[in-house]
């Protein structure tokens, strides 16, 4: 009866967002409630089943505010979260942490609220396009100290590749000079611990592309990586997540994801206007979708719902803008 019910639940949810929001996550919705009980059901599954579907709820109740300071409203939040951050940081580096010191070690490696340096980095890039508007613009020297006290370079790297993504939309090609040489700096000067395409993460996807052509169609069911990969021998080097998203969503629910995610960019990149309310949610995208290459935010929770915001101002804005050109 409970299974009835939660997918009643679930099956509309997914009409509303088809018809108020976007067609792509409703499907992608839809897909989670079948990977959640085949090809097995199990705790796993459950919760993220129900991760996916709070989610979705905070994306679709974005889309749907009509207020018209909705995005500014959201990105503010964002902004708060990103410097708030920043003071355990620095707490931190001042060895003065009034909550908890990071798994990895004291102030050698100030995370803040996040657990270690990948999370940090990944939460200060999210952030980073909410900080380029007026009032914002002149605490970027505090976001440049959480990006070198945090010492990844995963987070950097994608606000690099969203700064391409902003100065595409705006025009202005020197703002990718300029974040390029100063990455080339901080690089030589003070080199980030971790190494992007590390050895051990090219195995694990290697391993984990071979195990999804074991069930290409419904793949292994929805947060099922870390179950299926902790059998022995499995992985060179363990992760309990596949540190790239769109692989490991394509192991636990088949080849239908990718097609998803396909049309999801493809209908966003077919819909972007050079317009100036799209400049700062296209660089988001970037950003999310680059970072989510090498690590794992859609399943940490500051993180993704930071990601959901900015995916529904962007559809939010993307309405906004298609009513002003009709």
Known sequence: ????????????????????????????????????YYPFYGQSSYIA??????????????????????????????????????????????????????????????????????????????????????RWVYMLPVVAFGFIAAKSSGGVMAV??????????????????????????????DPPYDQPGSA??????????????????????????KIVFQKPGMLPHYFSSAHNEFLQGLFEMGVAFGGIMAGYFIDIARRIKRDKRLHLPVMALVIVAANSLVNFPFHIAPTAAIAICWLAILEHELRQVRKDHT
């Open 1 to 36: 009866m409970i299974v009835l019910f939660e997918s009643a639940v679930v099956v509309t949810l997914c009409i509303l967002l088809w018809s108020l929001a976007n067609k792509y996550v409703a499907m992608f919705l839809a897909m989670a409630l079948v990977s959640q």
């Open 49 to 134: 089943m129900h991760c996916i579907l709070y989610g979705c709820i905070l994306y679709g109740a974005i889309v749907a505010l009509e207020y018209s300071n909705t995005s500014q409203v959201f990105m503010d939040m964002m902004c708060v979260v990103a410097l708030g951050n920043i003071v355990i940081q620095a707490l931190q580096v001042a060895n003065m942490d009034p909550i908890f010191m990071p798994i990895e070690g004291g102030h050698d490696i100030p995370t803040g609220l996040m657990t270690n340096i990948n999370e940090t980095s990944a939460l200060l890039a999210f952030c980073f396009p909410a900080f380029l508007r007026k």
């Open 160 to 189: 690099i590749l969203g700064i391409c993504a902003y100065a595409w939309m705006t025009g202005f090609a020197s703002y990718v000079l300029i974040a390029i040489s100063a990455f080339v700096v901080w690089w030589l000067v």
């Open 200 to 225: 051990s993460r090219i195995e694990v996807y290697i391993a984990g592309f071979k195990a999804y052509l074991q069930r290409p169609i419904m793949g292994f069911g929805i947060g099922h990586w």
